[in-house]
């Protein structure tokens, strides 16, 4: 299999270009989740009702990224991106504008089929887009993500200081974002449906893509990865600061306070991941996230008081922050060379629902472990399942591989 010559500048645009992407999705994420509460008040949804909304986003989504594994056999996954976003993007206005509780239940709808269409075809250029530079560059995409995620939390803490309502609030935010999604996505990177096309079917530009079936003893080490990070991470945007207030005894407001901790040091552990992948290698940068973000967690259950758990979920920032990008880059790289992009696609669809699994697992299985047990021995389980990661660490190494078209075969350290 030989790497498709793309342009020196075109390849920069289309980093560019899906980077902002990134930021967006993180941005508009944001702005849902930290204003559930605001939601919930406006349509006078019950505490009761509450939690059925906010499960069938993540199940939605899952069904999403199904069902664009199934498009981009025919369709371009640039494509699918350049229109789930700005979709994502005003379906988060109608959550903010409707009218009713069963029109604002469609707009979730909306909102969770598009982001799961959305997640699958970003990483999909992430990983394709990797392929092309032949180094790391997924943990920067996903940096972007983080940094658009604490704009927009930034944005929400600034709505409801000023008291704005959901529609004033997301109205121009949208404004902004929606044109921005449209413009940036005329530069996105595509592999080239050539090289998969090719064959007794020709090689037309819009033919089907063949794709060959993955085996699942390929996928489940890195699904299994998948689905315990996101376990790890909704354990902390659910619960640090019930777990500061209630456990280590922190006042209100500095129990607001490790979310963003963790928010920053996930952005500024994914700024740097990359050169960590290209100095070292994915299998020890992923090995030293795993250990520190499980230390990160011993930490918070340990801690004896409020400013020691803040140093727990820094060092769990740090820690889980490269995970999950090297967990689709793996999964990429693997289906890539063993049955081309096709395969690689696919690969990115199936392991990205996992991300939802590990979401809609994490905050129930704390709260239950918490209210059962105790809130520090709950944060032990998903110290151990990231532990787990070292099992599977090797799955994160770079296979033997061909080049062609001029490429120079990467170095194991070099490809991410």
Same mark, same amino acid.
Request: aromatic share 8%; glycine share 12%; charged share 10%.
């Given at each position: 299999?030989?790497?498709?010559?793309?342009?020196?500048?075109?390849?920069?645009?289309?980093?560019?270009?899906?980077?902002?992407?990134?930021?967006?999705?993180?941005?508009?994420?944001?702005?849902?989740?930290?204003?559930?509460?605001?939601?919930?008040?406006?349509?006078?949804?019950?505490?009761?009702?509450?939690?059925?909304?906010?499960?069938?986003?993540?199940?939605?989504?899952?069904?999403?990224?199904?069902?664009?594994?199934?498009?981009?056999?025919?369709?371009?996954?640039?494509?699918?991106?350049?229109?789930? !976003?700005?979709?994502?993007?005003?379906?988060?206005?109608?959550?903010?504008?409707?009218?009713?509780?069963? !029109?604002?239940?469609?707009?979730?709808?909306?909102?969770?089929?598009?982001?799961?269409?959305?997640?699958?075809?970003?990483?999909?250029?992430?990983?394709?887009?990797?392929?092309?530079?032949?180094?790391?560059?997924?943990?920067?995409?996903?940096?972007?993500?983080?940094?658009?995620?604490?704009?927009?939390?930034?944005?929400?803490?600034?709505?409801?200081?000023?008291?704005?309502?959901?529609?004033?609030?997301?109205?121009?935010?949208?404004?902004?974002?929606?044109?921005?999604?449209?413009?940036?996505?005329?530069?996105?990177?595509?592999?080239?449906?050539?090289?998969?096309?090719?064959?007794?079917?020709?090689?037309?530009?819009?033919?089907?893509?063949?794709?060959?079936?993955?085996?699942?003893?390929?996928?489940?080490?890195?699904?299994?990865?998948?689905?315990?990070?996101?376990?790890?991470?909704?354990?902390?945007?659910?619960?640090?600061?019930?777990?500061?207030?209630?456990?280590?005894?922190?006042?209100?407001?500095?129990?607001?306070?490790?979310?963003?901790?963790?928010?920053?040091?996930?952005?500024?552990?994914?700024?740097?991941?990359?050169?960590?992948?290209?100095?070292?290698?994915?299998?020890?940068?992923?090995?030293?996230?795993?250990?520190?973000?499980?230390?990160?967690?011993?930490?918070?259950?340990?801690?004896?008081?409020?400013?020691?758990?803040?140093?727990?979920?820094?060092?769990?920032?740090?820690?889980?922050?490269?995970?999950?990008?090297?967990?689709?880059?793996?999964?990429?790289?693997?289906?890539?060379?063993?049955?081309?992009?096709?395969?690689?696609?696919?690969?990115?669809?199936?392991?990205?629902?996992?991300?939802?699994?590990?979401?809609?697992?994490?905050?129930?299985?704390?709260?239950?472990?918490?209210?059962?047990?105790?809130?520090?021995?709950?944060?032990?389980?998903?110290?151990?399942?990231?532990?787990?990661?070292?099992?599977?660490?090797?799955?994160?190494?770079?296979?033997?591989?061909?080049?062609?078209?001029?490429?120079?075969?990467?170095?194991?350290?070099?490809?991410?």
């Amino acid at each position: 299999m030989t790497v498709p010559r793309v342009p020196g500048a075109r390849l920069r645009h289309g980093r560019v270009s899906l980077a902002l992407s990134f930021f967006v999705q993180g941005a508009v994420f944001a702005l849902l989740v930290t204003r559930i509460p605001a939601i919930q008040d406006r349509y006078g949804i019950s505490d009761a009702l509450l939690p059925a909304f906010l499960a069938a986003v993540p199940v939605l989504a899952g069904v999403g990224s199904i069902g664009t594994e199934q498009l981009v056999k025919r369709v371009r996954p640039s494509r699918v991106l350049r229109w789930a !976003q700005p979709v994502v993007c005003l379906a988060l206005l109608a959550v903010g504008a409707v009218g009713s509780v069963a !029109q604002v239940a469609v707009a979730l709808a909306v909102f969770g089929l598009s982001v799961g269409a959305l997640d699958a075809s970003m990483n999909m250029l992430g990983v394709s887009l990797q392929r092309a530079y032949g180094r790391s560059i997924m943990l920067g995409f996903h940096a972007a993500y983080s940094l658009g995620g604490i704009v927009g939390a930034s944005l929400a803490w600034a709505g409801a200081h000023w008291k704005l309502s959901l529609a004033l609030l997301y109205g121009p935010v949208v404004a902004v974002l929606v044109p921005l999604a449209l413009i940036v996505g005329r530069w996105f990177v595509d592999r080239d449906r050539r090289q998969d096309a090719a064959g007794p079917a020709g090689g037309q530009e819009g033919a089907a893509v063949a794709v060959v079936p993955l085996g699942k003893r390929l996928l489940l080490p890195l699904c299994l990865v998948m689905a315990f990070a996101y376990i790890g991470d909704s354990t902390v945007s659910n619960w640090s600061a019930k777990y500061l207030q209630d456990v280590l005894g922190s006042s209100e407001q500095l129990a607001t306070v490790p979310y963003n901790v963790y928010m920053v040091t996930t952005l500024l552990g994914r700024a740097v991941g990359d050169l960590g992948v290209r100095r070292f290698g994915a299998v020890a940068v992923v090995r030293t996230g795993a250990v520190v973000a499980a230390g990160g967690f011993a930490v918070v259950a340990a801690a004896p008081g409020a400013w020691a758990g803040m140093a727990g979920f820094t060092l769990l920032g740090l820690g889980l922050c490269v995970i999950v990008p090297q967990t689709f880059a793996a999964a990429g790289r693997y289906a890539f060379e063993r049955h081309g992009p096709g395969a690689s696609d696919m690969a990115v669809a199936r392991l990205n629902i996992f991300n939802y699994v590990g979401f809609l697992i994490g905050s129930p299985l704390v709260g239950a472990l918490g209210d059962a047990w105790s809130y520090r021995g709950a944060m032990l389980v998903p110290m151990v399942l990231v532990l787990v990661t070292l099992v599977y660490a090797r799955s994160f190494g770079a296979p033997e591989a061909r080049y062609g078209d001029g490429y120079e075969r990467p170095r194991t350290a070099d490809v991410g």
